[in-house]
């Protein structure tokens, strides 16, 4: 039998209110909170290439051992300070870790690591409108959605 994700009623270019994030970021420091929601939530903390200034924002990842995948939409300028590598702080299941992050935008990249967050991660492939079939990601959804994110690939250190 095949089963489909539910499609994600928000429209693409939705982004949470900045009050949203700051709730967010909130409940991400509390001890005993975050335990509900720190298995598919963290709060990355990195400078600002340009503005030099320090940001902390809430994001949906996935791990794959020292590795951490965040997919983030294209048309969000945040992740292009990770254009070249630079370091950041994770606040990861109630602890603050620290890393170097990479923006990937290369389509080819993307494919297969989208795959695999979406077969590992059922939450992000409805966040980006990901077509499951039987419990695996439909190759020509990923592919439609590829040119549409980035995946910020951070290496714990």
């Given amino acids: 039998m095949t089963q489909q994700t539910k499609s994600n009623e928000r429209p693409w270019d939705w982004t949470p209110p900045k009050g949203v994030n700051r709730m967010m970021s909130t409940v991400l420091r509390l001890p005993l909170v975050h335990r509900v929601m720190s298995k598919s939530l963290m709060l990355i903390?990195?400078?600002?290439?340009?503005?030099?200034?320090?940001?902390?924002?809430?994001?949906?990842?996935?791990?794959?051992?020292?590795?951490?995948?965040?997919v983030t939409k294209?048309?969000?300028?945040?992740?292009?300070?990770?254009?070249?590598?630079?370091?950041?702080?994770?606040?990861?299941?109630?602890?603050?870790?620290?890393?170097?992050?990479?923006?990937?935008?290369?389509?080819?990249?993307?494919?297969?690591?989208?795959?695999?967050?979406?077969?590992?991660?059922?939450?992000?492939?409805?966040?980006?409108?990901?077509?499951?079939?039987?419990?695996?990601?439909?190759a020509d959804s990923v592919r439609q959605i590829a040119p549409k994110i980035v995946i910020i690939e951070v290496t714990l250190a």
Avoid: C
């Avoid at 990937?104 to 966040?127: K, N, R």
């Fill in 74 to 138: 294209r048309f969000r300028a945040w992740w292009q300070n990770f254009v070249a590598p630079a370091p950041v702080t994770l606040r990861l299941q109630g602890r603050d870790v620290a890393g170097t992050a990479l923006s990937i935008a290369d389509e080819a990249t993307i494919i297969p690591l989208m795959t695999q967050i979406a077969e590992g991660a059922p939450q992000q492939a409805e966040i980006f409108h990901i077509e499951m079939v039987d419990g695996k990601p439909a």
């Fill in 45 to 70: 903390s990195f400078t600002g290439k340009k503005s030099g200034k320090q940001y902390t924002t809430p994001v949906g990842y996935y791990r794959d051992g020292k590795r951490i995948l965040i």
